[in-house]
């Protein structure tokens, strides 16, 4: 189980990326792309063009994890790729957080999504 705590590295792939990509090829972009040790215990956080998606791939020190969440409407907020130059940005648990939970982090607004009654 991925736990969120203060001291969880996190970090966001800024570039889209396939879905369609699981273990090896979320491995590839971590070590690849990223320039970081995908074993390092770090939560890499990464979404598809229209940010109706996101996977993250977390190492608990016996294998990886694939988290993934798909949303019926509505997008995540994700910052621009030209916010980073190494392709990559590093948030904290709380930020992450409220980004899976529909907080534009920038205005600090619930975003506009699909809820089921």
Request: glycine share 10%; proline share 4%; aromatic share 10%.
């Given at each position: ?33 990223l320039g970081e040790d995908p074993r390092s215990g770090a ?75």
């Open positions: 189980m991925l736990t969120l705590t203060g001291s969880l590295r996190i970090f966001l792939a800024l570039q889209p990326c396939d879905m369609r990509r699981s273990f090896d090829g979320l491995h590839a972009i971590v070590t690849g792309t939560v890499f956080v990464f979404t598809n063009r229209n940010r109706s998606i996101i996977k993250l791939l977390h190492w608990d020190g016996t294998g990886l994890w694939v988290h993934a969440k798909r949303l019926e409407r509505g997008t995540f907020q994700w910052p621009k790729p030209s916010q980073a130059a190494d392709g990559k940005l590093k948030l904290d648990a709380t930020a992450l957080a409220m980004l899976t939970d529909g907080i534009d982090l920038r205005g600090g607004m619930r975003r506009p999504w699909f809820e089921r009654d």
